[in-house]
């Protein structure tokens, strides 16, 4: 088996291939707004490092969010378009989860945050459990002094993670009992993508591209409607 | 077998739409997927909206399109996306979906520019139309009149200097409270009302540029004073006094030019007055005009298909680190 793993929530974009014997390649890059532009010479690039075909690609894995809307609707449109290509079935991971997982052998509360711009973040809680760690909230997006009460609230030694952390660090930093992970684990990684996407795989845990969404968490932003409006009636 | 066979897919803007098109100018099949109900509810495009519909769309459109077409993807011989101008989050969503699949059904790719598939879209009605012409492209989004002197050759000789000839349609109509989208609307709320209000006609006597925006103005008033008169005049006046400006200017482009004919592209051209007075004035001052199907008029993925194996003839594949450009411009 082998997985295509696709991941650009972040001002990151990233691919990796992989199987039974682990991550075989993989390439990141973090320019900001050059997603489309990366994407596809990457993909190419992983084929080639991993030497392996793109045909031979068994399932496609792609992470569905939440994240910056642009970016993440260039991976998730090429996922699909990959797994539609191969007729090959799709594993969707939240960009939570991602950023979560680098980090599960830790044995506080994880709580993962990614920056979803305009003062708020998306997050999300995990636990160790045997064998990994699993969330225990659903994705959620709030304002960081929110996020900040809520720790500050609970009795819970705190491992937070992500780049909503690093982004509003002013307001964790000094926090007790919060310990802010490293930026090096900012942002989700293609190659956890592809791990987690494997256990996934082996439940057969798929789902056809046609049923993968994108996990947004905002509607269709009433900013945008309203600066839209005022365009039409200048 | 066909040769030449082209898989086209255009989202710059408020339709997912997918096309089969053969050496640029035989459809074998074209599906458009419209939001435009999607987007009445706010009066008009919301770029976020429309991105989101965009991802849940484009595979399906791009499957029903094959199935339509009768082809297998080993078929194929380009993949080409609109990548400009448009909305970038539209954009990115139809370049993504055909680099990915010229990368796994390893096909060349190619990266079209929306305005010359408007100006292409004659094409795959008429592959022998004569050149020199001028084309009158009009849409919500685009006002421009093109001399089209060869292929792949072009001038643009006018544009507007405000609002687009379609964006004028939407605003007059959303102040009538008509709905949206207002170009269809007032079209047919016209073939009902008489053209007896002699509204302003922009710059008619002036170069090749457009303004439509003191023309909206004028209407917005003239309804403010004479709040009895009926939509139905208000309508057909305002339709006659784009339409005039319009023509006029087509027209005198393709005398002044030299040109053997002309076309119109763009949603705005598949306005019934606008087609009338195009067929009309043409015939005479000798010149030949083409009108295409009013679905080739409005954005399609067909015309993207025709200016696409026109490119690729010319200047080969684009390198898959292509991403989409919001204010391309027409190659000039
Ligand atoms: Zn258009």
């Keep these: 088996m082998l997985i295509l793993g696709i991941e650009s929530s972040t001002p990151q974009v990233g691919c990796a291939i992989g199987g039974h014997e682990g991550v075989l390649a993989s390439a990141h890059s973090s320019r900001g707004k050059r997603h489309a532009e990366n994407l596809t010479p990457q993909i190419e690039f992983v084929c080639e490092q991993a030497r392996v075909e793109l045909q031979e690609i068994s399932v496609v894995a792609v992470d569905i969010g939440p994240g910056l809307y642009t970016g993440l609707r260039v991976g998730i449109t090429s996922a699909i378009s990959i797994a539609f290509g191969l007729n090959v079935p799709m594993i969707g991971v939240t960009s939570l989860d991602l950023v979560a997982y680098p980090v599960r052998h830790c044995h506080k509360l994880i709580v993962a945050a990614i920056d979803a711009r305009r003062d708020e973040i998306f997050h999300a809680n995990y636990r160790q459990v045997p064998g990994g760690i699993q969330r225990i909230s659903e994705p959620l997006v709030t304002s960081p002094e929110d996020l900040s009460a809520e720790l500050l609230a609970s009795n819970d030694e705190v491992q937070l993670v992500g780049d909503g952390a690093i982004r509003y660090a002013d307001y964790f930093k000094d926090l007790k009992r919060v310990d802010l992970a490293e930026p090096g684990l900012a942002f989700p990684s293609a190659s956890s993508l592809v791990q987690l996407a494997h256990a996934k795989a082996l439940r057969e845990d798929f789902i056809k591209p046609s049923e993968l969404k994108p996990l947004y968490l905002r509607k269709p932003d009433a900013l945008e409607i309203d600066k839209q409006k005022r365009r039409v009636d200048r | 077998m066909t040769r030449g066979l082209v898989l086209a897919i255009e989202t710059?803007?408020?339709?997912?739409?997918?096309?089969?098109?053969?050496?640029?100018?035989?459809?074998?099949?074209?599906?458009?997927?419209?939001?435009?109900?999607?987007?009445?509810?706010?009066?008009?495009?919301?770029?976020?909206?429309?991105?989101?519909?965009?991802?849940?769309?484009?595979?399906?459109?791009?499957?029903?399109?094959?199935?339509?077409?009768?082809?297998?993807?080993?078929?194929?011989?380009?993949?080409?996306?609109?990548?400009?101008?448009?909305?970038?989050?539209?954009?990115?969503?139809?370049?993504?979906?055909?680099?990915?699949?010229?990368?796994?059904?390893?096909?060349?790719?190619?990266?079209?520019?929306?305005?010359?598939?408007?100006?292409?879209?004659?094409?795959?009605?008429?592959?022998?139309?004569?050149?020199?012409?001028?084309?009158?492209?009009?849409?919500?989004?685009?006002?421009?009149?093109?001399?089209?002197?060869?292929?792949?050759?072009?001038?643009?000789?006018?544009?507007?200097?405000d609002d687009a000839a379609g964006e004028a349609y939407d605003k007059v109509a959303r102040y009538l409270g008509l709905g949206y989208p207002g170009g269809p609307i007032i079209d047919k709320l016209a073939t009902s009302g008489q053209a007896k209000i002699s509204f302003p006609r922009p710059m008619i006597g002036e170069g090749y540029d457009f303004s439509f925006s003191g023309l909206k103005t004028a209407v917005i008033n003239y309804v403010r004073k004479n709040p009895d008169e009926l939509d139905e005049n208000i309508a057909a006046s305002f339709q006659e006094a784009v339409v005039d400006v319009l023509v006029t200017k087509t027209i005198r482009a393709a005398k002044d030019q030299n040109a053997v004919g002309v076309c119109i592209g763009g949603g705005v051209a598949a306005n019934s007055r606008l087609r009338e007075a195009i067929l009309d004035a043409c015939p005479k001052e000798g010149l030949k005009p083409f009108i295409p199907s009013r679905s080739y008029c409005t954005d399609n993925a067909a015309m993207i298909g025709a200016a696409a194996w026109r490119r690729f003839q010319h200047d080969g594949p684009s390198n898959l680190a292509t991403g989409a450009d919001p204010n391309l411009r027409i190659p000039e």
Excluded at chain 2, 128 to 135: A, G, S, T
């Design chain 2, 12 to 161: 710059s803007c408020d339709e997912t739409a997918a096309a089969v098109v053969a050496e640029g100018k035989h459809v074998l099949s074209s599906v458009v997927s419209s939001q435009v109900d999607i987007h009445a509810r706010y009066g008009g495009v919301v770029p976020e909206v429309a991105s989101r519909a965009h991802v849940d769309l484009i595979t399906p459109v791009i499957a029903q399109t094959l199935i339509e077409a009768g082809i297998e993807h080993h078929d194929l011989d380009l993949v080409a996306a609109t990548r400009g101008p448009g909305l970038i989050g539209s954009l990115l969503v139809g370049v993504s979906a055909a680099k990915s699949l010229a990368l796994v059904w390893d096909k060349p790719f190619i990266g079209v520019n929306h305005l010359e598939g408007h100006l292409y879209s004659s094409f795959l009605e008429e592959p022998d139309l004569e050149l020199p012409m001028i084309i009158l492209l009009v849409s919500g989004g685009h006002t421009m009149l093109v001399s089209m002197d060869e292929h792949l050759t072009y001038r643009v000789l006018g544009q507007t200097l």
